[in-house]
């Protein structure tokens, strides 16, 4: 196969964002990604997306564990927020690239749901890293 043809169908449109399906439509009309930048888009948006939503989390915690100190509680959430979306560009680009770049070395379509559980796996990575491991040999 010569590296400038598409396993993607001729008459293939990119599906809409998030574009994911029920199981019935597993069977009669799933929904695939062809081309690594719509792979990279819809992983980015969906770590975007699910990172905001844990920092937003974290951040009403913090605010209300912080409520006495209500002078500098209000600049709890943006800043949690403008740090998710940081996070979540960057984690989301490299996972979004690597996962493009493996999908199309492989010739593969890759189904709208893995950016979503891709995005989630980023999520648990930040979730586990944020504990201390502490171990002895």
């Known amino acids: 196969m010569s590296p400038n043809t598409s ?9 809409r964002f998030p574009g994911l399906y029920s199981l019935e439509a ?8 062809y081309h690594s930048y719509d792979i990279w888009r819809f992983t980015l948006y969906w770590t975007i997306i699910i990172f905001e ?3 937003l989390a974290a951040s009403g915690y913090a605010v209300a564990v912080q409520w006495r100190n209500w002078k500098m509680m209000w ?10 979306g940081i996070e979540a560009v960057l984690a989301g680009s490299v996972v979004g690239l690597l996962l493009g770049a493996v ?8 189904s709208t749901w893995i ?4 995005a989630l796996i ?16």
């Open 103 to 110: 999908y199309k070395a492989g010739d593969f379509k890759m």
């Open 26 to 33: 597993l069977f009669s009309n799933p929904q695939y990604l």
């Open 75 to 84: 600049m709890i959430p943006p800043l949690y927020m403008f740090v998710a």
């Open 53 to 55: 939503g844990f920092y």
């Open 7 to 15: 396993i993607a169908p001729d008459d293939y449109e990119t599906p």
């Open 122 to 137: 980023n999520v648990l990575v930040l979730i586990l890293s944020s504990f201390s491991i502490q171990g002895g040999l």
């Open 115 to 118: 950016p979503f559980i891709w």
